[in-house]
C-alpha cells in the first residue's frame, strides 16, 4: 500500500515537473531572426564601430596605433584626424565596402547623391534617419547615429546618441566614445551609406547567380 502511494505520488510529481518544463519552454522568447538585410548590416556596422570605444589618444594629438591602423587603411598620413577614417575602418572590418573616394575627408560623406537630411532646404528630410547614417558636426565633423532612428519631428533642442571617432565631449582625453550625446542643431548634413551598399551587394549577388533553365 505505501509502495503504491509512493508510487502514485512520484508519478503525480513528474507531471508536475514535465508541466512545469513545457510551460517554461512556451513562454520563453525566441532570439528574434532579422530578415532585414539593410538592419543586419546597420547593426553589423554599429557592433564594429562601438567595439573601438576602448581607444583613447595618449597626449591628445591623434597618437595612438590604433588610430594609425584607421588612417593607414584611409590612405592618409598616420597621425590625420581620424573621424571618418575611423567609420571607413569599422565599415570594413564589419563587411561594409563603401563607394567612398577620399574616404578620410568629411566632405567626401556626404555627395549629392548620398545626403538625406540638409538642415538648409525646406522640408529637410528626404529619408528617416536610421542607425549608423552619419552626421555633419560643427565645421567638419562626422559621427554615426547609434539610436534605431531618428524621429522626423524631432527638435532642435532634442538630444541623440551617437559613435563617435576623434572626439572628446566632456571627457579628459580625445578617442572614440560610445554614446556621443549631441544636439540635434548641431546636425548639418546625414547621409546614408548602408542602403546603396546593400542594393549593390544585391545586384551583385543577382548577377552571379545562374540563368535558370
Known amino acids: ?31 528574434p531572426k532579422n530578415n532585414d538585410p539593410e538592419e543586419f548590416w546597420r547593426q553589423a556596422w554599429f557592433d564594429s564601430a562601438r567595439a ?12 595612438h596605433p590604433r588610430i594609425k591602423e584607421y588612417n593607414r587603411f584611409a590612405h592618409v598620413p598616420l597621425n590625420s584626424p581620424y573621424c571618418a577614417s575611423g567609420l571607413y575602418f ?18 567626401s560623406w556626404f555627395t549629392k547623391n548620398r545626403v538625406i537630411y540638409d538642415h538648409r532646404q525646406p522640408g529637410r528630410f528626404q529619408a ?11 565645421q567638419s565633423h562626422i559621427e554615426a547615429i547609434a539610436d534605431p532612428s531618428i524621429p522626423r519631428d524631432i527638435d532642435d533642442d532634442d538630444v541623440i546618441n551617437t559613435v563617435a571617432f576623434n572626439s572628446r565631449g566632456s571627457n579628459v582625453k580625445e578617442g572614440v566614445y560610445h554614446p556621443m550625446r549631441r544636439k540635434w542643431r548641431d ?9 546603396p551598399f546593400v542594393k549593390r551587394k ?7 547567380k545562374p540563368a535558370a533553365k
Open 1 to 31: 500500500m505505501a509502495k503504491d502511494s509512493y508510487k502514485r505520488i512520484a508519478s503525480i510529481g513528474l507531471v508536475f515537473a514535465f508541466g512545469a518544463f513545457a510551460f517554461s519552454q512556451s513562454v520563453t522568447p525566441k532570439p
Open 52 to 63: 573601438e570605444a576602448w581607444v583613447r589618444e595618449k597626449t591628445n594629438r591623434n597618437d
Open 128 to 138: 528617416t534617419p536610421r542607425r549608423m547614417d552619419v552626421i555633419w558636426l560643427f
Open 90 to 107: 569599422t565599415a570594413y572590418k564589419a563587411g561594409l565596402t563603401l563607394d567612398i573616394k577620399g574616404p578620410a575627408a568629411v566632405r
Open 187 to 195: 546636425v548639418k548634413l546625414v547621409a546614408n551609406h548602408v542602403t
Open 202 to 208: 544585391e545586384e551583385k549577388e543577382k548577377e552571379a
